[in-house]
């Protein structure tokens, strides 16, 4: 199990490299992570829903992501609740004080049971497991009912090693800190340490490592350097694109909402050479007020705007009003450019967005952004998918491939262009076949504005197939446009990062620590 002292020290990336590793070695390798909090998430093989750092690891270990690989998903909705995902299918909107609950009533307690489960059947399916942390085993108001990092350990007698990013500084007190904090058989559990992200000469840190292994007892198990330009799927942050020359030729703005999700669908865009590419938040624009003192972030000029998906959508559609972006949208659309909503971007550019159950926060209607005719009513049944298909535009067409995460149901109010013809694919037959036998008269998965300028759909991943990708970025300007294949690109640095692994870390020593668990 790869434990971190802090949120990003690398676990997951670790993790994802050790896979890649033991599996080119003749292993048969899954990942695992008990507990996840993610608003990035991916559609697994047998119908449901993971964090996207599990799926990257399958792939890694050349697998279909599984429910089994992250039984437990959290998915905040506001600061305080989440929705909470059982073996991939989600269950409740829950408050965090009801899930890490101290008692036998907090729901924490139950879903270790889940837990178990998937993990006593990747133990039986697969030769080594690579288990991933949550955040730091420190957190010490958490402790009890832990389910996410040592509470797990300790229930399945599973070996530790702690990583930790000396880019953030304070590295060995980050590593003596968290193991002083640990209980004796925890702390007899941590069989070494591992030191991520550092730059330099690492003769230089040899007398820390020296002093950190006397003190601890403990090894150091190897010094990562840091990896410039690594390009793997990003769980929670923004990562901004790489710097590109002045010969790009395409302008495109990705809008950053508090509960935006599954930003991963615009890493071919922001990888690609040709693209200027910028993720807008409050932080990254300049801010004024107007005569009635409401704030309002201007946007850059662009060729395409993007609305991202959301896991709470009426309030982000809310924030995208008091930021005025949607006047900027209109002004937007007024010089000529395209905007592209998906999920609940997509929901955002209708009429109407109805949660009569509270779904995703309180009850209540929300006023869409009137640019396509749909409306949307959010439903307790979430449509988890995955889909493949035709995208027709400019009177060509491109095979696509992706998937589908959503609560909402939308349907059109008039007849119109829909681009996207899609199929689902053969092992979700069972769920597709009911959710059309539930499909209402012009129910579609996306849908073009009759001025060619806006687009919606649910489909996440529209990207990553290049064709499509292409045929998109002509449709918002781009005439000879070239596509970035992003599968190859995460197997090209897949690779890269387990030859990096295999050059820095004591790999004998790692087997060894597996050997002697099993």
């Known amino acids: ?106 729901y924490r307690v139950k879903a270790m049971a889940a837990v178990k489960q998937s993990y006593q059947r990747l133990c039986h399916d697969y030769e080594v497991l690579f288990v991933e942390g949550a955040g730091s085993p420190a957190e010490i108001n958490l402790r009890e009912g832990d389910i996410a990092n040592m509470g797990f350990a300790e229930e399945v007698d599973c070996p530790v090693i702690i990583i930790a990013d000396i880019d953030k500084g304070g590295v060995f007190a980050h590593l003596v800190g968290t193991l002083a904090l640990l209980s004796e058989s925890e702390q007899a559990r941590v069989k070494g340490f591992v030191i991520n992200r550092f730059r330099g000469d690492v003769s230089l840190l040899q007398p820390g490592l020296d002093w950190l292994e006397e003190y601890t007892k403990k090894p150091v198990l190897g010094v990562l350097p840091y990896l410039h330009d690594l390009h793997l799927d990003a769980e929670d942050a923004l990562i901004a694109a790489p710097e590109k020359n002045a010969q790009t030729k395409l302008k495109v703005l990705v809008l950053v909402l508090p509960r935006i999700s599954n930003h991963t669908d615009f890493d071919p865009l922001r990888l690609n050479p040709q693209i200027d590419f910028n993720y807008v938040s409050l932080q990254t624009q300049a801010q004024s007020q107007d005569a009635s003192n409401t704030t309002h972030v201007s946007l850059p000029p662009a060729d395409l705007i993007i609305i991202p998906g959301s896991k709470n959508v009426r309030a982000d559609l809310d924030f995208i009003r008091q930021q005025g972006w949607d006047s900027e949208i209109e002004k937007h659309l007024r010089y000529g450019g395209k905007v592209l909503g998906i999920c609940g971007g997509y929901q955002m550019l209708g009429h109407v967005i109805d949660d009569p159950q509270g779904i995703e926060d309180s009850a209540g209607s929300t006023e869409g952004l009137g640019l396509l005719p749909v409306v949307t009513e959010l439903t307790s049944n979430k449509v988890l998918l995955q889909v493949e298909g035709v995208l027709s535009l400019l009177g060509k067409q491109a095979e696509v491939k992706g998937y589908e995460i959503h609560c909402g149901r939308s349907n059109l109010l008039m007849k119109a262009d829909q681009p996207l013809t899609l199929t689902r694919r053969e092992k979700d037959a069972e769920q597709s076949e009911a959710s059309l036998a539930s499909a209402k008269r012009w129910q579609s998965e996306g849908i073009l504005s009759a001025d060619n300028q806006v687009l919606g759909t649910y489909m996440h991943g529209l990207f990553d197939s290049p064709q499509a990708c292409q045929l998109l970025l002509q449709w918002a300007g781009m005439e000879d446009a070239n596509s970035i294949d992003v599968e190859q690109v995460r197997e090209q640095q897949l690779n890269r990062l387990a030859d990096v692994l295999e050059q820095h870390l004591d790999i004998d020593a790692l087997t060894d620590i597996w050997k002697k668990s099993i």
């Open 1 to 106: 199990m790869v434990q971190g002292t802090t949120s990003d020290a690398g676990k997951s990336t670790l993790v994802a490299g050790l896979c890649r590793l033991f599996v080119r070695a003749g292993h048969k390798v899954a990942p695992f992570k008990p507990q996840n909090m993610a608003l990035n998430s991916a559609v697994t093989i047998d119908g449901g829903e993971i964090g996207r750092a599990q799926a990257l690891q399958a792939v890694a270990c050349n697998l279909e992501p599984q429910i089994d690989f992250n039984p437990i998903l959290l998915k905040p909705s506001s600061d305080t609740g989440s929705q909470v995902i059982v073996h991939g299918k989600a269950l409740m909107k829950m408050e965090a004080e009801d899930y890490f609950g101290k008692n036998a009533e907090g």
